[in-house]
């Protein structure tokens, strides 16, 4: 998972959970939430399955972290059924990414992605 520290513009679904994104000038669609979770560091990179998990640094304080949703989604640019295969093999354009949500002043960024 490469890491980012990028704003994102971000619609939120019926559920409240990321619907779309947009992302370096690209939207991208979010077909399926793979985990969510409040906090951030070693607690996270824990909780979700296939992160690399790095040598545990000192987290921020619990007041910081309640204040931090986290969401890893896969999604796709464009509509579902546009995205084609590439050589027969991956969707072109499919990734995942974790996507920030600061509660205390309302910023979404994009932290990580894997395409």
Not at 28 to 49: C, D, I, M, N, S
């Amino acid at each position: 998972m490469k890491e980012y520290d990028d704003p994102v513009e971000v619609r939120r679904g019926e559920a409240e959970d990321p619907e779309q994104f947009l992302w370096r000038g690209r939207l991208w669609k979010v077909r399926a939430v793979l985990a969510h979770g409040v906090g951030t560091g070693p607690r996270w990179q824990a909780a979700v399955p296939g992160h690399d998990a790095a040598p545990a640094q000192p987290g921020p304080s619990p007041e910081t972290s309640a204040a931090r949703e986290l969401w890893r989604v896969e999604a796709g640019r464009g509509m579902a059924g546009s995205v084609r295969l590439v050589d027969g093999a991956e969707p072109e354009g499919l990734g995942v990414f974790d996507l920030s949500f600061d509660r205390t002043d309302g910023r979404w960024q994009l932290v990580g992605c894997q395409d």
